[in-house]
């Protein structure tokens, strides 16, 4: 089965739920819209020609380590070079690197088309841009000539390094060291796990970012700096000169994403450690790496609408084929398409709903970083990007979340079938489940939104956004129009919802944190299916609105029928899911460790 990108859907997403004619006439995004549908077209030609074909064969294959060199799967090369030359690696970049400057909503569209196509492919490109970013943000003029055109053209490939065997989430306790050298540069010595494209030869250089100590910092996270390790060294002229002590000692075996190598990184075995560059203030170095890891939060939130959307196209051509019982409708005597069946439309309408709402929600929060980009007074862009920091962790985890649930969803679909790997629904599952682990975890990602997003501005940008929320759905309940069922009343609930656990939040933080944190992750799902429910809803909105003249616009339309479905299905879980945070903390926490482990 074929992909074929899901065009109609994402302008639709960038109209109603990230503003697309609002943020062009406002001057944030500096392209037209058949500009962009044109972009994200040609990215579809090029994911079902050339990606698509490799994703099988590169998950039965996977990355393999030779003779100390990382060789990726069969095709790769050239299609990694197909890549480049096409100008894909370089959409986000600054003409000035020789990109082509196009917005954040086109080049997390585009993500969306590599990654469904084939996701193990689809980190490579996802992983240099986060190193760009970082390097665009802070580093020095003469870091930003020697790597960032080389990176932006694809010609160079750029990689993550924060994770060590004792420090995952907790990067406070790292202990690869920094020691600063007379001429300015520094020499890195540990070990690096779980680093993604650590090595390959797809390009003829990696640029690593590294996480790193310097020898007299102080503990925990005010101690790390984060510096540019290049695979191989760059002479000042810019051609390529002698091998830095930096190698891949080992590849991990995953349960996914086979095509994309996990690799330990050994710094500074070979002597005195790799030659690596400073990137901003010494000691800063997290702050840095924000930069980075923002970026590539809402990237891999964007991973999550990705495998979602392919494991909903895949189960919605099988349930076209498969024969089984006869359905309502069905003929005696024959036997039905399993997708007339009730319970298949259910998990088809689900399957197809959650992807959707995944995708404004992370849609939204790029159209936030485009405006805060483009914004030329201080106070429009501290809003945009105050906007930004509340929706990233909820494009991280609750669309990663979406796209294990709707990976498994589409296995179920399939049946037996679905558990046998010749489908290709099983991978889309086993691939899927990396998402809500790596970028920070899901659990990290709700104790962000918590402790961190929740708080914004003395909770002013919640608000700002809650009250947005509520007038969308008040919007829906005062039309009053038949087709949309009772999708105002449960949008109102769900907001409501919102307001009220993000009320005692605020209250529980201040005194009672333990069970605030047993909520954080049912706090992040509510607020994704609020959010996720009025999106949808302003889409169904906009049909109504453009029908205007030709008669009702019915309730079997699509993108009304999702949005109602959505609401009347799963944003009702909001309700529950308050009364989870005001009264399930404290049987959460009953148990001590002893008690749990007993
Ligand atoms: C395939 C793959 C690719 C990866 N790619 C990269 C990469 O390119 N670069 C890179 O640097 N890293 C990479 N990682 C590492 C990844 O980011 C980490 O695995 C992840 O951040 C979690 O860290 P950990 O594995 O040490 O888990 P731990 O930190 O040990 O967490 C274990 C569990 O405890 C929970 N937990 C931890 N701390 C807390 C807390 N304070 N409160 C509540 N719960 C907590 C977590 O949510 C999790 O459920 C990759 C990992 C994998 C598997």
New binding site residues.
Partial sequence: MTYRAPVDDIMFALKTAADLDEIIAGGAVAVDEDTIRAVIDEAGKFASAVLDPLNVSGDRTGARLVDGVVETPDGWKDAYRAFAEGGWASLAADESLGGQNLPEIVAMATSEIWNSANMGFGLCPL?TQGAIDAIVAHGSDTLKATYLPNMASGRWTG?????EPH????LGHLRTKAVPQPDGTYRITGT?I???YGDHELTENIIHLVLARLPDAPPGTRGISLFVVPKILVNADGSLGERNDVVCAGL?H?LG?HA?P?CVMKYGEGGEGAVGYLVGEENRGLNVMFVMMNAARLAVGVQGVAIAERATQRAISYAQERKQGRSAKGRAGEMSPIIEHADIRRNLMTMKAMTQAARAICLATAAELDKAHAATDETARKAALDRAALLTPVAKAFSTDIGVEVASIGVQVHGGMGFIEETGAAQHYRDAR?LP????????QA?DLLTRKLTLEGGKVLAGYIRELAKTAEEVRASNRPEFGVMGERLTQAVAALEDASRWMGQALQGNTEAA?AGAQPYLRLFGLAAGGVYLARGALAVVRDSAGSGPASGANPRIALARFFAENHAVGATALKDTIVTGGDATLLLEPEALAG
């Fill in positions: 992983l990689t993550m390094n924060l994770t420090a995952g989430s907790d690096k779980f680093i993604t991990e995953k994403i994309s996990t990396i682990i790596y970028e920070g975890t899901n659990g990290i104790i944190l």
